[in-house]
């Protein structure tokens, strides 16, 4: 008997078809949210922004405002699959645009501090020191154990890099799929799944959308889609959500 | 770096490479081919100097500068078809992306314009350091050229995940859009653009040390910044230059170090 026929597929896709986000927390750390876009009208639950204080970093409640549009991109794609979820807006960005390890940590710190279910990464990192990879680590495991789905995007070209690459976070690279419910995953692999990503029509600060092609359009979809399993089937722990998704794999079909 | 550091660590290096010091010394003597390379101003003792840390780089540094960016920026519009492309390279002091080299339909209207990196997909590729296709959003790009973009792809030019510009294609040919596999071939083309555009930056800035004043960094290049590395690499040539003056009966040492630097880098 293959894994296939243990789970119903089905049914999985019945269930995500079913959920709406009703009642799941979803954050976004990314450059901000722009909530005033039509698009995300009320979407956006409550918002974070990661600041420096002598050194520390620490999330204070604040607009969030979007600096780069790529935060506003990834909330509307949850928005879309996932309209009943509560975003979390945690910017992690400056008004320069600059990231850093130490802000993502901050980031994920302030996510399980609000409990949330679902973290969505549209972000990689190819050269983070040994140290800083071990602290996120912590983080990360937190977070995991708390009953948190991370999922990040993974680099264009060497498909690796850093959040992504923990076992405990969902790394996920594009690929050509008319719906979010069409998906690849690779068990075993670094980068676990492939997801809807190629000119994806998303709304961008300034009243505006934009149609565009990448690994970290590609993140929200997962996002998205563990959202509504999540609402279909409240308490899932990332582990069984893993099973799940493993189980409904396109790639995984016609043996 | 410590001048006595360097040199230990140099000694070390040309150890190891002792047999390309002695291919370098052919070179120096003459066996370097010319062509290409312009005759430097200055004393024989710089000429040679000069010869040993060109015949180190891979590239020829008699191509003019706009000559090398619009050879890249064709190679960059050939490799994915499309009918034009780009590059910028960022501004530290205005926080913005600077049009330093195009080609294609109005590619001259384009040179010289700064592309904020706020909400544009400039600014994503750039910060974000990920290539992006997609539907054009800075329409100002648009009314300048008098063409209207289709589409567009944006990579990154990242050295050590630092992102020093972006390099760009408009316009697929044939196709609605840039294609998965585009995005890929550019990723890879980008990466490679940096790297030359890095080297091209160290060369300038070797030139600069050995000829004194007189090379200036061009503008184009004036906003990628030294790698750390490169940085002291370059503070124990600027020493070696200013020992092998001091003290003429170091200068073949002097010359040798320089090669080796050169080469490390």
Request: aromatic residues 0%; hydrophobic residues 30%; charged residues 5%.
């Given at each position: 008997m293959t894994f296939e026929q243990l789970i119903d597929r089905d049914k999985i896709l019945k269930l995500m078809e079913q959920g709406?986000?009703?009642g799941v927390k979803v954050g976004i750390l990314d450059s901000g949210v722009d909530f005033t876009h039509p698009a995300l009208s009320?979407?956006?639950?409550r918002s974070f922004e990661v600041r420096e204080f002598q050194g520390n970093f620490t999330a204070l409640e604040a607009p969030?405002?979007?600096?780069?549009?790529h935060g506003t991109m990834c909330a509307g794609v949850i928005h879309k699959i996932a309209p009943e979820a509560e975003l979390y807006n945690i910017k992690t960005l400056d008004e320069r645009g600059q990231n850093s390890p130490a802000k993502v940590i901050c980031g994920i710190e302030c996510a399980i501090a609000q409990g949330l279910h679902v973290l969505n990464l549209s972000l990689v990192s190819l050269n983070m020191s040994r140290n800083t990879i071990v602290d996120m680590l912590y983080w990360v495991e937190k977070a995991y154990y708390n009953g948190m789905i991370l999922v990040a995007a993974t680099d264009n070209k060497q498909k690796r890099g850093f959040p992504g690459d923990y076992s405990s976070v969902i790394a996920v690279d594009f690929q050509h799929f008319e719906d979010f419910k069409s998906f690849n995953y690779y068990p075993g692999k670094t980068v676990e799944m492939e997801a809807k990503g190629v000119y994806v029509e998303a709304p961008f600060p300034g009243n505006t959308y934009i149609s565009t092609t990448c690994t970290s359009i590609a993140c929200p979809h997962v996002a998205g889609m563990v959202a509504r399993l999540l609402s279909s089937m409240p308490g899932l722990t990332p582990f069984q959500v893993k099973t799940l998704l493993m189980a409904a794999r396109s790639n995984g079909q016609n043996p | 770096m410590d001048i006595l550091q360097g040199i230990e660590r140099v000694s070390r290096a040309i150890e190891v490479l002792s047999n390309e010091v002695k291919e370098l010394k052919l070179m120096a003597s003459g066996v370097l081919p010319s062509g290409p390379y312009p005759a430097p101003a200055g004393s024989p003792e710089r000429d040679d100097q000069l010869k040993i840390v060109v015949g180190y780089l891979a590239l020829s540094p008699g191509m003019e500068q706009d000559e090398l960016l619009n050879t890249l920026l064709t190679c960059a519009q050939q490799v994915v078809r499309a009918e034009g492309a780009g590059l910028t390279l960022y501004d530290d002091k205005k926080d913005v992306l600077v049009f330093r080299a195009a080609t294609g339909v109005a590619a001259d209207k384009i040179i010289g314009m700064e592309v904020p990196l706020t909400n544009s997909q400039h600014g994503i590729a750039f910060r974000m350091r990920q290539v992006i296709a997609s539907t054009?959003?800075?329409r100002s790009i648009d009314q300048a050229t008098g063409v209207t973009y289709r589409n567009v792809l944006i990579a990154p030019l990242l050295i050590n995940d630092e992102a020093i510009g972006t390099v760009s294609a408009v316009n697929k040919i044939n196709e609605e859009h840039f294609t998965p596999q585009n995005i890929e071939d550019y990723t890879g083309f980008a990466e490679l653009a940096a790297h030359i555009i890095r080297q091209r930056m160290r060369e300038y800035n070797l030139k600069q040390i050995i000829e004194g004043d007189a090379a200036k960094v061009p503008e184009e290049l004036a906003g990628v910044k030294d790698l750390t590395s490169d940085a002291d690499l370059l503070d124990i040539i600027k020493n070696l230059v200013t020992m092998g003056r001091k003290s003429p009966e170091m200068l073949p040492l002097c010359r040798q170090l320089i090669g080796a630097l050169a080469d490390m880098g």
């Open positions: 709406t986000g009703n009320g979407a956006v639950h969030g405002t979007d600096v780069l549009g | 054009p959003m800075n």
